[in-house]
């Protein structure tokens, strides 16, 4: 679609981009179905190591869902399953993707915005950025996987105030109750995103994925056996070996992902 781009870097990383600035970048449930097959893309190529997330221009990450659309798609409970299966479809690739993904935030992250950098493993912003979730002006239900995330990574209290009433939290808001693990200065956020992508890129692939599962079983028991299954393959991989000949011959490792 035009309304998402990606596109693979030289530097290991995998980047997303949603792309509609003229809208500041209103999630629209075309984007929310490209999503899957983006990630999946990226996830299939061994070189890549992280994935970025962020939104085109200036001025958001996202503002939200295109409201626009809500009136065809999105209307009533029975059409609210169908675009709700499109969102989890989305946010799920992110989810599961082995990688370490990152949610790369400039300007508004409301709404759709926060649903989706809930789903991504490190979430940076500038200085610039706005949080919000803004469902109670609409009107609508916040649906239960994204508040479980959202709660699981600011806590109940804050997850409360920001659903009950629907205000804009600053970026160092957002640092301080943990939704973001760092602020920086505009100018400096494309670089600290690059920066993380390669402190990633040099550390064992396999040993993320299994972190990332066990951080998954934490709140999902069916996952348990999947990621003590990854933990033990860990210690099995040829990755493992380089690793400890690396730091026995005091030389960086150069780890492939087997």
């Known amino acids: 679609s035009s309304h998402m781009s990606r596109r693979t870097a030289l530097s290991r990383s995998g980047w997303i981009t949603f792309n509609q600035p003229e809208r500041l970048n209103a999630v629209r449930r075309d984007m929310w179905d490209d999503l899957p097959a983006a990630v999946a893309e990226l996830v299939a190529n061994p070189t890549i190591r992280a994935i970025v997330v962020r939104g085109a221009g200036e001025k958001a ?25 499109s969102v ?48 109670g002006k609409l009107g609508l239900g916040y649906e ?27 970026a ?18 494309a670089s600290t995103a690059r920066d993380l992508v390669a402190m990633i890129s040099q550390n064992a692939p ?21 990621a003590q299954r990854a933990i033990d393959t860990c210690f099995d991989s040829q990755d493992f070996k380089e690793g400890r000949a690396a730091f026995r011959d005091r030389r960086p490792p150069n780890f492939i992902g087997k």
Request: proline share 2%; with cysteine.
């Open 88 to 135: 989890t479809a989305a946010t799920s690739a992110l989810v599961e993707a082995p990688v370490p993904v990152i949610a790369m935030i400039r300007g508004f992250c409301i709404g759709g915005g926060v649903v989706i950098a809930s789903a991504c493993d490190i979430r940076i912003c500038s200085d610039d950025a706005r949080f919000g979730v803004p469902a």
């Open 172 to 189: 160092s808001e957002a640092l301080t109750v943990g939704f973001v693990n760092r602020v920086v200065a505009v100018d400096a956020l």
């Open 206 to 226: 396999m040993s993320f994925a299994a972190a990332k599962l066990a951080s998954r079983a934490a709140f999902d028991a069916s996952l348990l056996g999947e």
């Open 61 to 85: 990450f996202i503002s939200g869902a295109d409201i626009a659309e809500f009136e065809v798609q999105r209307h009533d409970a029975a059409s609210n399953r169908l675009f709700t299966d």
């Open 144 to 170: 239960l996987d994204n508040l479980a995330r959202l709660q699981s990574i600011v806590g109940r209290g804050i997850a409360m105030e920001m659903l009950a009433t629907a205000r804009h939290f600053s």
